[in-house]
C-alpha cells in the first residue's frame, strides 16, 4: 500500500524514511518519541524494494569503533545554482573536508583553509525545512539518475514538475579545474562504476591534485542548493545511501558517494539556500555530526543529531568581530572524545590505545608503568622479557628501514658522529696527555655504536663519548698522574668493576626505577647535554680566532716588506723605529733602500724577497670561519622550518627538511671550495695504531701498579658506574616517551647490559667509554619522524610516529670506523661547518623541552605570554619557582663540572632526582 503523497505546493510533507539500523537513542531523542509512528514511512513502500540487511557500518561492534575510529573521511561538495533565471547551471562554490575552502568567483582560486562559521537563523530553518522534507536512510539506490528518479517520485506526483527536477538535477555541473569539452573518463576510485558514460568521472577528476591527498577509502557527500520558480514552496531531501556509489561528474574528485542533500525553493525574501547548503557542508563535516548520523535509524535520529550539534556551538556575539573574517585552522585539532555522550566515552576510553595524543591521556587516566618497567621478581627477569620482546621486530627492524628518509638521517647522523668523535677525541687527547686519542675515539664509537645496534633493545639511541664521562676521564688521569700511576690498566680495572656492579643493576632489575624519574630530571639532564654542545661548539669556533690571529693596524704582525738586493749585492737592511702616531701604519723605517709594499707574490715576481712578520698571515680566515659557521648554523635551521612554511610544494619542503644538515654542510664547503682559504679542514687519522707510542691494542691488566688497586678501583667505578646509570637511563626515558608514538617498545634492562658489555670491552682496548649521546640521540629520531602523507586541506599533517629500525645507526658506525680510511675525500669539509652544525643540534635539542618555553616566560610580560596549556592550570607563580629551582640546579651543575669538585658530579646528578608524586605528576607542553 502507497502511502499518500502531497504535492509540492500544498504545504507541509510528510518524511519516509528508508531505515535498516536497529534503532539507536541519541541526546535529545525523547521529545521526538510520540510522534514517530505517525510521521515514518515504512521502507517497505519504496517501489525499489525494502532495505532490509545490516549497514556495512553497523552499530555491532560500537565499542570498537569508539576506541579506534573506523569511519571512513567525508568530502563535503557544495553546488549551487548559479546564472540567469534561462541559463542556470549547477557550479562547484565550497569545499569541506575538516576545513572549509570558498571558491573566489572573481578571482576563480579557492580560498585558503578556515574555520567555517554559521548565521544561527540559517541551522533553525534548516532544521525545519528537513523535519517537513524527505529523508531517505540506507537508499539502495546504485546510480545518480536512479536516486534522482526515486527523489522525484516520492516529492513529485505531476509528471510535468518531476521532469522539470530530473532535467535540472542531471545537469552536469561545472568544477573549478574543468574546462569545456572536458571528456569523461574511468578511474579505479571504487570498483562500482555506473554503466552510462553520463556518469564517468572526467578526466579532469581522476587527475585533482586534492585527490592524492585524501587517504584510501574516503567517500563524498554532495549539496546542491539554489533557488527556482517552477518550486512553489522549499524542497528539502537527506539520503543516506545504503552503498558508497560512485556519481559520475557530482563531485570534482571521483569518490563513492554516501550523502546527498537537496535544498531547492523558490526565491523568497527570507530563505537563503546558500547558507543552508553551507550548513549541511558544515555539519557533515563534524566527526560527532556524521558518526550520529551514520548510525540513525529515522527522521528522528537527523534531528538529535543536528541538536547535539547545536548545543555545542559556540556563537560569537554581533559587532566584536568582523563577518567576513577567516579564522585560520588551529595548530592541533582538539580531541573528540569528549564529546561522546558518556556512555559510549567509558566504553572508547577503555579501548584507547597508547598512540593516541598524550594530552588526551595525562590527568584523566591513572599512570600505568610500560610493561618494561615492571619487576618480573626473577634474577635477570626484566632481560629476558626485553629479550623475548625485541626478537619478534628483529627482523623488521631492519626492513622498515627500506626508505629514502634513512639515507638522508644516515649522512646527518654520520656527519653528527664523526664530528663528535673528533671533538672529544682532541678533548681526551689533551685530558690523557695523548693517552687516547681522536683515532681510539673513532674505534670505539664505531664497534661500540655498531654492536649496540645489533643488539641493543633501543637501536635508535646513539652511543657516543658525552661530557660527563670526559669529565671523568680527565679526572681519573690527574689522579694517576699525580700519585705516579699507571693510567690505562688502572682505567682497566675501573672499567672491570663499573660492568660487574652495571650487570648486578641489570639482574636486580635496578632500571625500573626509571619510570619515578620526573620531567624535572630529565628536562635538566637534556638541558645540560645540550648547553655543552653549545659550548663546545662556540668555544672551538673562537679557538680558531687564536689560531688564526686577526692583524690590525699598529701590531707587531702587520705590513709585509718587499727588499731588493742593492747594487753591491748584500741586500738592504731595515730597522724598526718607534712611530711617531699610533696611527700610523708604517711602523717601519725603510732608510734608503731598495724596499716596497708590493704584494709577496708581486714581489717574488721582481725578484724581491717578502720580509717582515705579516707576510705569511692570511687575517680572512678567522672572518670567514666564522662566516662559514653561522652560515651552516643558520641554513640548517632554516631549512629544518621549511616543511612548515608555505613555500614550496609539500614534496620539496619534506626532502628539504629532512636533507636540511647535509645541504647546510654542502653549501658551507662549496663556499669554501669556491674562495679558497686555508680554513681549518676535517683531520682524520691516516694509520691504524694507537696514539701513544710503544702499546699494544690490549691493556696489561696491572702494569707498574701495584697488585691491591685492582681492589680500590671499585670506589671511583662506583661514582662513574651512578653517572653511566643516570647518562644511560635518562636518555632512554627521553627517547622512549610516549609522544613519540614508539610501537616496538623499549629495552631499558637489555641497554644497560649492552652498555656494560661494551664498557668492558673498550676498557680492555684502552678505547673511550661510550654511552648513550642525548643531543645526537635525539637528532637521530627527529630525522627518521613519520608523518601522514594524507591530510585535509588546512590540516598539519598528522605525526604518525618514528621508523623504527637497526639499519641508519649500523650504517653510520660502520662509515665511522671506515672514515678512518677516507681521509683523502673527508679532509675537505671546514671544522667551522661542522662546528655550525654542533651549534644545531645543542640548540635543537634545548628548544625541544618545556623548560626552555618557561625560562622565556621569566623574562616576557603576562599580557604578552601565549596561551599555554600549563598556564590555565598551574598559578604562574609556582611555574616561575620550578622553573628558578631547576635554573640554580643546572647551574650548580655546570659550575662542579666546571671545577676541581667534578668528582662528586656523578653524586650531584642523582641529587636532582625527585620521586614522582601525583601532586607534580602534571605533563603539559
Not at 263 to 278: D, Q, V
Not at 723 to 748: C, P, S
Not at 848 to 877: C, E, G, N, W, Y
Not at 901 to 908: E, S, V
Request: contains cysteine; glycine residues 8%; hydrophobic residues 45%.
Amino acid at each position: 500500500m502507497q502511502p499518500a503523497r502531497r504535492p509540492l505546493a500544498s504545504g507541509p510533507r510528510t518524511a519516509l524514511v528508508c531505515a535498516s539500523l536497529p534503532k539507536m537513542k541519541l541526546p535529545s531523542q525523547e521529545e521526538f518519541e510520540a510522534s514517530s509512528a505517525s510521521e515514518n514511512v515504512l521502507a517497505g513502500e519504496l517501489d525499489s524494494g525494502p532495505c532490509s540487511g545490516s549497514s556495512p557500518d553497523g552499530c555491532s561492534d560500537t565499542d570498537r569503533e569508539l576506541g579506534e575510529p573506523q569511519d571512513p573521511l567525508l568530502f563535503i561538495q557544495l553546488n549551487e545554482l548559479l546564472g540567469q533565471p534561462q541559463e542556470r547551471q549547477w557550479r562547484e562554490t565550497g569545499r569541506w573536508v575538516l576545513f572549509e575552502e570558498k571558491l573566489e568567483l572573481g578571482a576563480g582560486r579557492w580560498s585558503a583553509p578556515h574555520v567555517p562559521t554559521l548565521a544561527l537563523p540559517s541551522l533553525q530553518k534548516l532544521r525545519s525545512l528537513l523535519a517537513e522534507g524527505l529523508v531517505l536512510l540506507d537508499c539502495p539506490a546504485q546510480s545518480f539518475q536512479e536516486l534522482v528518479e526515486q527523489v522525484t517520485r516520492v516529492q513529485s506526483p505531476s509528471p510535468e514538475l518531476r521532469g522539470q527536477l530530473q532535467a535540472l538535477l542531471l545537469q552536469r555541473p561545472q568544477h573549478l579545474s574543468q574546462p569545456n569539452g572536458s571528456r569523461p573518463c574511468w578511474g579505479s576510485a571504487h570498483p562500482r562504476e555506473a554503466p552510462h558514460d553520463e556518469e564517468a568521472p572526467l578526466k579532469e577528476q581522476c587527475q585533482n591534485p586534492l585527490r592524492q591527498k585524501l587517504p584510501p577509502g574516503t567517500e563524498a557527500g554532495a549539496v546542491l542548493a539554489g533557488e527556482v520558480g517552477f518550486l512553489a514552496q522549499p524542497l528539502g531531501v537527506f539520503v543516506r545511501l545504503q552503498d558508497p556509489v560512485l556519481l559520475g561528474p557530482l563531485t570534482e574528485v571521483p569518490l563513492p558517494s554516501r550523502f546527498f542533500c537537496l535544498l531547492l525553493g523558490p526565491p523568497t525574501l527570507g530563505w537563503g539556500y546558500h547558507e543552508m547548503g553551507r550548513a549541511v557542508a558544515v555539519l557533515l563535516s563534524d566527526t560527532q555530526f556524521q558518526w550520529s548520523i551514520r548510525r540513525a535509524s529515522n527522521l528522528h535520529d537527523l534531528l538529535a543529531a543536528l541538536d547535539a550539534f547545536l548545543e555545542e556551538a559556540t556563537v560569537l556575539p554581533p559587532g566584536r568581530w568582523d563577518p567576513t573574517a577567516r579564522i585560520p585552522p588551529p595548530k592541533r585539532l582538539p580531541s573528540q572524545h569528549k564529546r561522546l555522550p558518556s556512555q559510549l566515552r567509558e566504553a572508547g576510553g577503555a579501548s584507547l590505545q597508547p598512540g593516541a595524543p598524550a594530552e588526551d591521556r595525562h590527568g584523566h587516566w591513572p599512570h600505568t608503568p610500560s610493561p618494561e618497567l615492571q619487576r618480573t621478581g626473577r634474577l635477570f627477569g626484566g632481560l629476558i622479557q626485553d629479550v623475548r620482546r625485541k626478537a619478534s621486530w628483529y627482523t623488521s627492524d631492519f626492513l622498515d628501514a627500506l626508505n629514502p628518509q634513512c639515507f638522508s638521517a644516515v649522512l646527518y647522523i654520520y656527519l653528527a658522529t664523526i664530528t663528535n668523535a673528533i671533538t672529544f677525541g682532541g678533548l681526551l687527547g689533551e685530558a690523557t696527555d695523548g693517552a687516547q686519542g681522536v683515532l681510539e675515539s673513532f674505534l670505539g664509537t664505531s664497534a661500540a655504536g655498531a654492536a649496540f645496534c645489533l643488539m641493543a633493545g633501543q637501536p635508535l639511541t646513539i652511543l657516543s663519548s658525552t661530557g660527563p664521562v670526559l669529565v671523568f676521564e680527565r679526572l681519573l688521569f690527574s689522579f694517576s698522574r699525580d700519585y705516579s700511576l699507571d693510567y690505562l690498566p688502572f682505567r682497566l680495572w675501573v672499567g672491570i668493576w663499573v660492568a660487574t656492579f652495571c650487570l648486578a643493576l641489570v639482574a636486580t632489575e635496578a632500571s625500573v626505577l626509571v619510570r619515578y624519574f620526573t620531567r624535572f630530571t630529565e628536562e635538566g639532564f637534556c638541558a645540560l647535554i645540550s648547553l655543552i654542545f653549545i659550548y663546545d661548539a662556540v668555544g672551538k669556533m673562537l679557538s680558531l680566532t687564536r689560531a688564526y690571529p686577526i692583524q690590525r693596524p699598529g701590531s707587531l704582525a702587520y705590513g709585509c716588506f718587499c727588499q731588493y738586493p742593492d747594487l753591491g749585492g748584500n741586500e738592504s737592511r731595515w730597522t724598526r723605529t718607534k712611530p711617531k702616531d699610533r696611527d700610523d701604519s708604517l711602523s717601519l723605517d725603510l732608510g734608503l733602500v731598495n724596499a716596497s709594499l708590493l704584494p709577496p707574490p708581486e714581489c717574488t715576481r721582481r725578484g724581491g724577497h717578502p720580509r717582515g712578520p705579516g707576510c705569511h698571515a692570511v687575517p680572512d680566515i678567522a672572518f670567514f670561519s666564522l662566516l662559514l659557521f653561522l652560515t651552516s648554523f643558520l641554513f640548517a635551521l632554516a631549512l629544518k622550518h621549511v616543511k612548515t612554511s608555505h613555500f614550496f610544494p609539500s614534496v620539496v619542503r619534506k626532502v628539504l627538511s629532512d636533507f636540511s644538515s647535509v645541504l647546510a654542510i654542502l653549501l658551507g664547503c662549496g663556499l669554501d671550495a669556491f674562495l679558497g682559504l686555508a680554513t681549518p679542514k676535517l683531520t682524520v687519522p691516516r694509520e691504524f695504531k694507537p696514539t701513544l707510542p710503544g702499546r699494544g691494542w690490549m691493556v696489561s691488566p696491572f702494569g707498574a701498579n701495584p697488585w691491591w688497586l685492582s681492589v680500590a678501583a671499585a670506589l671511583p667505578a662506583l661514582l662513574l658506574s651512578i653517572l653511566i646509570f643516570m647518562d644511560q637511563q635518562i636518555t632512554a626515558v627521553i627517547l622512549n616517551r610516549d609522544e613519540h608514538r614508539l610501537r616496538k617498545g623499549a629495552g631499558f634492562h637489555l641497554d644497560l647490559f649492552c652498555v656494560a658489555v661494551l664498557l668492558l670491552l673498550a676498557s680492555a682496548l684502552g678505547l673511550p667509554w661510550c654511552v648513550s649521546a642525548t643531543v645526537i640521540s635525539l637528532a637521530h629520531m627527529d630525522s627518521l619522524r613519520r608523518e601522514g602523507r594524507t591530510c585535509a586541506p588546512g590540516e598539519p599533517p598528522s605525526f604518525l610516529g618514528i621508523r623504527e629500525q637497526r639499519l641508519t645507526g649500523l650504517v653510520v658506525f660502520i662509515l665511522t670506523g671506515i672514515s678512518i680510511f677516507l681521509a683523502p675525500v673527508l679532509k675537505f669539509i671546514p671544522m667551522p661547518v661542522l662546528y655550525g652544525i654542533f651549534l644545531y643540534m645543542g640548540v635543537a635539542a634545548i628548544s625541544s623541552i618545556q623548560f626552555t618555553k618557561r625560562v622565556q616566560l621569566l623574562l616576557m610580560p603576562a599580557k604578552h605570554q601565549p596561551d599555554l596549556l600549563l598556564l590555565r592550570h598551574v598559578p604562574l607563580s609556582r611555574i616561575h619557582l620550578f622553573t628558578a629551582v631547576q635554573l640554580a640546579c643546572l647551574g650548580l651543575l655546570w659550575i662542579i663540572k666546571s671545577t676541581s669538585a667534578a668528582i662528586i658530579f656523578p653524586l650531584m646528578s642523582e641529587l636532582m632526582y625527585q620521586p614522582k608524586s601525583p601532586e607534580i605528576s602534571i605533563s603539559v607542553n
